[in-house]
């Protein structure tokens, strides 16, 4: 997974062809925390398919305000720099529902 920051978000989501699943986590956040284990394994399985990325909002609060993440965990689909599908929360955010998010929209 690539971790993203405000120097390369634009580069590697907004100005990215294709399809991109972006991880929105934080330290404090538990169920992020949580879920870590199963996203890395979804990446595994479908990184030659989809791009997938992870931000640390904690580190990057700013740029996560700026994408409208207003809770945690937060999963948001770009296609080709356009934000089309979003989960959120952690009752909404189960590995199920990532993997759903992903097959949907390759």
């Not at 580069?11 to 890395?40: I, N, R």
């Not at 909002?57 to 296609?79: C, H």
């Amino acid at each position: 997974m690539i971790e993203l920051n405000k120097d390369n978000f634009d580069a590697e989501v907004v100005q990215a062809e294709g399809v991109v699943l972006v991880d929105f986590w934080g330290d404090k956040c538990e169920p992020c925390k949580a879920l870590m284990p199963s996203v890395e394994k979804l990446a595994e399985q479908y990184g030659n398919q989809i791009k997938m990325c992870k931000l640390n909002t904690g580190e990057n609060r700013r740029l996560a305000i700026s994408q409208k993440v207003l809770g945690l965990p937060t999963f948001i689909v770009y296609k080709n720099g356009e934000r089309v599908k979003e989960i959120s929360g952690a009752e909404n955010c189960t590995p199920e529902a990532i993997e759903n998010l992903i097959k949907e929209n390759l």
